[in-house]
């Protein structure tokens, strides 16, 4: 998942760049530019004459680390680059050199109660209008707390909002996470293969105008997570599960489309696959993340177990996070990052033959181990 770490440049007239731009600055937070060009020459010093090591497309995106007389620094290959800024669009900021997600709700009903924790015995602190969106800070339950005015904060119930969050039961947990929807009436240990009549649903991230971060050797992070997809569908499949992919090719897929498909085609799991990005090209390893720990935790730890038993990377943990792939799915749902494609060691890994096979693999025994506890 990630971004592209590469700096947007261009030469501008000299009023323009002092209008607009002061002569060197450097951001506490980074600019996040796509490129509107269909071409667009990086290049290795900021001037039109330096020479030209790469081309990025429209529609790519990039995160910005200086300016410099209206050029801007990226990564490129592991390298540091330049590019003309009057080609890019800005398009926000991110304040980590890794792609993140907008996290807000939007309130849809009306007078809504603000409320000072996590309840509806907490007392009022005022009232929102329906329509408008608010920064998600954190859920406890069914409320989210949000960001509502000048950094103030306060809580509102999920059901007010469009991202409700249901307080899972043990008998739904069980439909999701143990019982297949096929076999509601038989065991498990009747199956003739291990995950038969379970409905998996695979997420290649990205796709389309939507790259992913850019690794070495201008490996684009959507064209791997689409081949590692389709062997680990290959492997779940022999195991006899029914599985689904988000993207069937190199199309582009909204968030929310992809949660719509996971809700629509009774999915008993749900795994968007990612690989990951950084401007320190020494920075490696692979991570499982997970939303929720009542639905989704489980899933994580079996499924990451396997991968760290079976491949050679730095094993970074299981974490938390509030993706909304996994944050709006009601169905356990695991986002993986399977190595940084821009460190040497791992691409090799990565690009080698035996290793989408490897995850593969992987994968499906944590499936298997999820569903048999």
Not at 10 to 26: A, D, K, T, Y
Not at 225 to 245: C, P, S, Y
Not at 359 to 368: F, H, M, Q, S
Request: hydrophobic share 35%.
């Amino acid at each position: 998942m990630r971004f592209i770490y590469y700096i947007v440049s261009s030469f501008v007239v000299i009023f323009v760049s002092m209008l607009f731009f002061p002569n060197e600055s450097q951001a506490d937070t980074r600019e996040l530019f796509e490129v509107g060009e269909t071409l667009l020459n990086v290049r290795s010093e900021p001037s039109d004459q330096a020479e030209i090591i790469g081309k990025l497309q429209a529609g790519d995106q990039l995160v910005a680390f200086e300016e410099k007389y209206g050029w801007i620094k990226t990564f490129y290959d592991g390298k540091e680059a330049w590019v003309a800024g009057h080609y890019l669009h800005n398009i926000g900021q991110v304040s980590e050199a890794k792609e993140t997600e907008e996290e807000k709700i939007k309130v849809v009903t009306k007078n809504t109660h603000i409320r000072s924790g996590p309840g509806s015995s907490y007392s009022s602190i005022g009232t929102l209008p329906a329509g408008k969106s608010y920064r998600l800070i954190e859920t406890k339950g069914e409320w989210h707390q949000i960001e509502v005015n000048n950094g103030q904060n306060g809580w509102i119930a999920s059901w007010h909002t469009d991202t409700p969050v249901q307080e899972a039961t043990s008998a739904s947990v069980s439909a999701h996470t143990i019982k297949a929807p096929d076999q509601q009436t038989s065991s498990i240990t009747s199956a003739t293969k291990p995950l038969d009549g379970y409905h998996i649903m695979l997420d290649p991230g990205h796709g389309g105008k939507d790259s992913g971060a850019m690794g070495l050797k201008n490996v684009y992070e959507k064209n791997i997570t689409f081949t590692t997809a389709q062997k680990i569908a290959d492997k779940l499949r022999e195991a006899g599960a029914t599985v689904l992919t988000t993207r069937s090719k190199d199309t582009y897929i909204s968030l929310d489309r992809r949660v719509e498909l996971s809700h629509s085609n009774k999915t008993n799991a749900f795994i968007s696959i990612h690989y990951n990005a950084f401007p320190d090209s020494s920075v490696s390893g692979l991570n499982t993340f997970y939303y929720s720990k009542k639905n989704d935790l489980r899933l994580a730890e079996n499924v990451h177990t396997s991968l760290t038993a079976s491949i050679d990377m730095k094993d970074r943990g299981i974490l938390q996070k509030n993706y909304r792939v996994l944050r709006t799915n009601h169905a356990p749902s695991i986002l993986l990052e399977l190595g940084f494609i821009t460190n040497p060691n791992d691409l090799a890994k990565i690009q080698s033959e035996s290793f989408e096979t490897n995850v593969a693999e992987a994968v499906t025994d944590g499936l298997k181990n999820y569903v048999q506890e």
